[in-house]
Nanobody, 120 residues
Framework: QVQLVESGGGLVQAGGSLRLSCAAS????????IGWFRQAPGKEREFVAG????????RYADSVEGRFTISRDNAKNTAYLQMNSLKPEDTAIYYC?????????????WGQGTQVSVSS
């Protein structure tokens, strides 16, 4: 089973940018679609973005469409979430997860999360 580790979180001012990374162990990374989720204090976890196994298909939550970009590099076993024009409401813990079939909603593995804080 793939294991995931997120990095790249931090504190940024509104309007700024961050790039999150999701590094996978093992040789099975390319067998999984990848999703990014986030959970803000007192709120339920929500889907942010997803990318298919080879990167040919992507999908986004309405709240981040046009500001966030998901990508992956299978040679490096890493997925990314480029976040631009950040808003205070983007503050949350961000998680990546491995999805066996793109769009299925069935995620087999999760990372530990990375904190993103956006100040106004």
């Amino acid at each position: 089973q793939v294991q995931l580790v997120e990095s790249g979180g931090g504190l940024v001012q509104a309007g700024g940018s961050l790039r999150l990374s999701c590094a996978a162990s093992g040789r099975t990374f390319s067998l999984y679609a990848i999703g990014w989720f986030r959970q803000a204090p007192g709120k339920e976890r929500e889907f942010v973005a997803g990318i298919s196994r080879r990167g040919g298909s992507t999908r986004y939550a309405d709240s981040v469409e046009g500001r966030f970009t998901i990508s992956r590099d299978n040679a490096k076993n890493t997925a990314y979430l480029q976040m631009n024009s950040l808003k205070p409401e983007d503050t949350a813990i961000y998680y990546c997860a491995a999805e066996r079939n793109y769009g299925s909603g069935q995620f087999d593995a999760w990372g530990q999360g990375t904190q993103v804080s956006v100040s106004s």
